[in-house]
């Protein structure tokens, strides 16, 4: 059976209509997946570390920009994960 005229049209266009629409859906699930997978990781890395620096470091900060100086290679020095995360101070 050859389709022709209006029937062929009717067909071409709903379905064109329905990739475009799954096209729409696909693209707007990966951009809620990737923006849900960044903000977790940040989250889980803020809260694991932020922490521990900010107790570390309120010895030193009410002191000298030596004694602050002293307490960020104590903390360079004796911080465990350096094989993982890169430490900044």
Same mark, same amino acid.
Request: proline fraction near 0%; glycine fraction near 4%; hydrophobic fraction near 50%.
């Given at each position: 059976? #050859?389709? @022709?005229?209006?029937?062929? #049209?009717? =067909?071409?266009? !709903?379905?064109?209509? =329905? ?12 951009? =809620?997946? #990737? ?5 977790? *990781? $940040?989250?889980?890395? $803020?809260?694991?570390? @932020?922490? $521990? *620096?900010?107790?570390?470091? @309120?010895?030193? !900060? !009410? ?13 360079? #020095?004796?911080? !465990?994960?350096?094989? =993982?995360?890169? *430490?900044? *101070?």
């Amino acid at each position: 059976m #050859r389709l @022709s005229g209006i029937t062929k #049209r009717w =067909i071409l266009n !709903t379905l064109l209509l =329905i990739i475009i629409m799954l096209i729409i859906f696909i693209t707007a699930f990966i951009v =809620i997946m #990737r923006s849900y997978y960044y903000n977790s *990781v $940040s989250l889980k890395l $803020s809260s694991q570390y @932020s922490d $521990s *620096v900010a107790n570390f470091f @309120s010895l030193y !900060t !009410t002191g000298t920009d030596l004694r602050f100086e002293e307490g960020a290679r104590e903390f360079a #020095r004796i911080f !465990t994960q350096k094989d =993982i995360i890169e *430490v900044w *101070v």
